[in-house]
């Protein structure tokens, strides 16, 4: 029900004498009234100040200050001009008194006696009326803050469509950048393919295919950049972390980072202190959160400038500052310089490209170490400063995990069982076990997989997950129950490169995963420590 309906209405009496306020209430008395009784007209003021009332019954005889005068004082109020007046009165009223009174705002007089009947009347007709004030009022303010929810829900709606209206222009221009940076790899990739068919041995021939390889390189970090940002976008990304020193990530994002700094004749200046500074982290993810950021500052600073790269330990965190004397950012653009997809269009002209996504993945997995990251610059051509805080945690021990160990040495030759229904990656899959002198045979489906396995008894199997009608993982585990395969090393080689798709591997019974595309050094590298793994196995039994 709403408020006004059942707030008691309140009637003011005002009369000198208690026994006549006594018994107006008693004459007056039902539900939904309240009486607030005064004894003298300074009494009433003081009450009118503090309380809003529907009625004041006034007695005209009182000392001090009667009845007409505290009408006037009431009607020289705002707050209380408005209330309708009833003067009680206990004899005949003149007609020059009565005048007095209806000037100072009565809109009766009553004679005592009074009628009760015609009083509780009168009364009710005002309290009828008080609660429509109070209704109408009601409504007022609800309409009112109906009109302002509805404006706020506009201008929200407004500012909704103009954002949307922003990231469509940004989806777009990213779609145009995404084609545009493909075909810079595959463009020269092509190429070389045209001019090995031409010239397989020519004397371009290795200059051709190294040029392929870093192509095919850069074309691989495109799209594990775009999976990256599809995965922490979407809260699916797993981080490994681990007790770590930072300089350890450092170490590997400047190793990364290098090759594009050198080309582009940048100076790099390294301010790395030496004890170390242990965080709680995964050391591949904070790579490339710096490794990133020196790339952004490689891309965006003219030839032969100057990349600083900073690690300074404060109370309970450390900053990595990577700053650059290039481009600089306008000052509106810097609250947008770690949105997905931004890009200084005036850059794009001048820069090496990207999509717009380097340092989206910045913030997003900084944000997952418990850091903070933020961009500085005083604008275009003053260069730009961009700073990672992140929390330090006390030493303890060695890393968890322990990376593949390069022995440098190529592997003995190995039986290996090549699993991909994807016929291109099996057979290239195959010339590049034959070049490194294993002996490999492909199965294009689980179920020639199997019967292959059970007749040849391979070391090592590489097998791909996503397969149609029975999928890498049964086919696993059928290989794991084979008679002669319990021991044998399975490889999981797919796509799917998420913790919890190395989880799911290792469930199945894989002994190892990795991504794809594989690169030869790798796969050489890991079948040349399993095979010392079986190696020394042999020896110890």
């Given amino acids: 029900m709403n408020p006004a309906l059942i707030t008691p209405v309140p009637i003011l009496i005002v009369d000198d004498l208690s026994e006549n306020l006594i018994a107006l209430e008693a004459l007056l ?13 300074t009494e009433a003021l003081e009450i009118l100040l503090k309380r809003e009332v529907a009625l004041a019954l006034l007695d005209v005889q009182m000392p001090e200050m009667d009845g007409f005068e505290l009408a006037e004082m009431m009607r020289g109020s705002e707050r209380t001009r408005r ?19 209806y000037e100072a705002g009565a809109v009766d007089f009553l004679e005592k006696p009074l009628e009760a009947d015609i009083l509780r009347s009168k009364v009710a007709v005002f309290s009828e009326l008080y609660l429509q004030r109070r209704q109408i009022a009601v409504q007022r303010d609800n309409l009112k803050a109906f009109a302002e929810e509805n404006l706020r829900l506009l201008k929200d709606s407004r500012d909704n469509a103009q954002a949307l209206k922003e990231a469509d222009v940004r989806k777009d221009e990213f779609l145009a950048t995404l084609a545009h940076e493909l075909r810079n790899p595959l463009a020269p990739i092509r190429n070389g393919l045209q001019i090995l068919k031409m010239s397989p041995d020519g004397p371009r021939a290795e200059d051709v295919r190294s040029m392929m390889d870093r192509q095919l390189t850069h074309l691989v970090r495109l799209i594990d950049d775009l999976l990256d940002v599809s995965r922490v976008s979407r809260g699916r990304i797993d981080l490994r972390k681990e007790r770590i020193s930072l300089q350890d990530a450092v170490k590997a994002a400047v190793e990364t980072s290098k090759p ?13 202190p030496t004890e170390p500074l242990w965080v709680e982290g995964d050391l591949t993810r904070l790579a490339q959160v710096v490794s990133n950021l020196l790339n952004n500052a490689a891309k965006y600073t003219a030839h032969g400038g100057r990349i600083c790269l900073t690690v300074t330990p404060h109370t309970g965190h450390a900053d990595i500052i990577v700053a650059d004397n290039g481009l600089g950012i306008e000052a509106d653009m810097l609250p947008r310089v770690f949105d997905l997809f931004a890009q200084a269009d005036s ?89 490194i002198g ?27 997950i996503g397969m149609p009608g029975m999928d890498g993982y049964e086919v696993c585990r059928h290989l794991r129950k084979m008679p002669g395969m319990e021991q044998k090393v399975l490889i999981a080689q797919t796509g799917w490169g998420q913790e919890s798709d190395r989880q799911k591997a290792f469930a199945a019974g894989f002994d190892h995963h990795i991504t794809k595309p594989v690169s030869l050094d790798l796969l050489t590298q890991l079948l040349a420590d399993i095979k010392q793994t079986a190696t020394e196995g042999h020896t110890h039994g």
Wanted: overall charge neutral.
């Fill in 438 to 464: 294993h002996k490999a045979e492909v199965a294009n489906d689980g179920a020639r997989a199997l019967e292959m396995a059970s007749e040849m008894k391979p070391d090592v199997v590489l097998l791909d």
């Fill in 260 to 272: 594009l700094i050198d080309a582009n004749g940048h100076k790099l200046t390294l301010d790395i």
């Fill in 83 to 101: 209330i309708p007046i009833i003067f009680l009165t206990a004899g005949v009223t003149d007609r020059s008194r009565k005048f007095r009174g």
């Fill in 29 to 41: 008395r039902r539900d939904g009234l309240e009486f607030i009784k005064a004894s003298s007209g």
């Fill in 347 to 435: 850059h794009l002209d001048r820069s090496q490209g990207g999509l717009g996504i380097g340092l989206a993945l910045v913030s997003k997995l900084v944000d997952m170490h418990g850091g903070t990251s933020k961009a500085e610059s005083d604008g275009p051509g003053k260069g730009s400063t961009f700073t990672v805080s992140l929390p330090l945690v006390g030493a303890s021990g060695e890393a968890q995990g322990k990376p593949l160990q390069k022995n440098g040495r190529p592997a003995a030759p190995m039986k290996v069982l090549i699993v991909d229904d994807n016929v291109d990656s099996a057979q290239t899959s195959l010339w590049m076990l034959d070049l």
